[in-house]
């Protein structure tokens, strides 16, 4: 009996230990105090511009038979994804601005962090099978309306968020197996992977195993993956006799490339590389890339520099003054 009640006490004080921390307090932008009012409107401002973007995209290949094909059905599921990853880490950032710091619920945070890592990981997903449909289409013509068909789209975009979804849980529930008894302030402005562990007073060496095991299947393998489309992408350009040819197949890359250039770029800099030397202000303006900045560009980057979509937008805007 005092056995039991041995057993029991222990697991009681340390559900209680492991329970200390209940409120997570996001410090921010603290160093910018005097600016926090035109902080706030410049990120409310980048807020809307980007779900506005993405919105406009989306719409756009749902209604203009001229964007039902691959690359913008894959196009339309990026857009997705970065309006949700906006809508994650957008209102949270939108508090600290007004307030100095923000606090959420430790479950909270948990919930932020998961949704930020599905849609991170599914991002990645996604511009990897764009690489590849840019890949059939120019080094695979012939083969291209046979391989990439709607059944294999829908295929792959499922894959892409399973994917994303899988790495996601795999994370959170590493994270939900350590004991916090630290601190409960955050020097970010949301709740990322490695500064929530931070908080932990266990150790934490398998949980950053499993992180950066994954890291190299979510974000390295993809990242071979492109590049190796590319250089056959390259290869095949560079046998076209026409140099205007030349310059149209690569036309259709140039948006791409583009966005793939600055999201694993940053994200490479902030999960592959070791971060000892990271200033906690370097932390922050990187992942300000790939959590703000890469959604607000996207729409952009690959309208500003494609026709299809800009005379898909001329028949809506005139479509709308008929009536």
Excluded at 33 to 44: A, E, K, P, W
Aim: glycine share 2%.
């Amino acid at each position: 009996m005092s056995v039991s009640r041995l057993v029991i006490r222990e697991e009681t004080e340390e559900a209680s230990y492991k329970n200390n921390i209940t409120v997570i307090y996001l410090l921010g932008f603290h160093d910018m105090d005097r600016f926090n009012v035109l902080l706030f409107i410049l990120l409310l401002i980048i807020y809307c511009v980007t779900i506005l973007g993405n919105s406009l995209i989306i719409t756009l290949v749902s209604y203009s038979k001229n964007l039902h094909s691959p690359m913008y059905f894959f196009l339309s599921q990026l857009s997705i994804a970065d309006i949700f990853l906006s809508s994650d880490i957008s209102p949270v950032m939108l508090n600290i601005a007004l307030h100095q710091r923000a606090s959420m619920s430790f479950p909270g945070c948990i919930t932020q962090l998961y949704f930020f890592i599905l849609n991170e990981g599914s991002e990645c997903f996604l511009l990897t099978m764009m690489s590849y449909d840019r890949y059939l289409a120019i080094c695979s013509p012939l083969y291209y309306s046979s391989i990439m068909n709607h059944v294999l789209c829908i295929r792959l975009v499922v894959t892409s968020w399973t994917l994303g979804c899988f790495v996601a849980l795999i994370l959170t529930l590493a994270i939900n197996q350590l004991y916090f008894c630290r601190s409960n302030m955050i020097d970010h402005f949301f709740c990322d992977f490695y500064p929530v562990m931070e908080l932990s007073c266990s150790d934490v060496s398998m949980a950053e195993m499993e992180a950066t095991l994954l890291c190299i299947l979510v974000i390295v393998l993809p990242f071979f993956i492109i590049v190796i489309s590319y250089v056959c992408i390259v290869l095949t350009i560079l046998k076209i006799p026409s140099s205007t040819g030349k310059l149209k197949s690569f036309s259709t890359c140039s948006s791409h490339l583009t966005v793939v250039s600055i999201f694993y770029g940053t994200l490479i800099a902030t999960y592959i590389i070791p971060n000892e030397g990271h200033t906690k202000i370097l932390s922050k303006t990187l992942s300000l890339l790939y959590t703000v900045l890469t959604p607000l560009l996207n729409p952009f980057i690959y309208s500003l520099r494609n026709e299809d979509i800009k005379e898909a937008l001329r028949k809506v805007i005139y479509n709308q003054n008929a009536y």
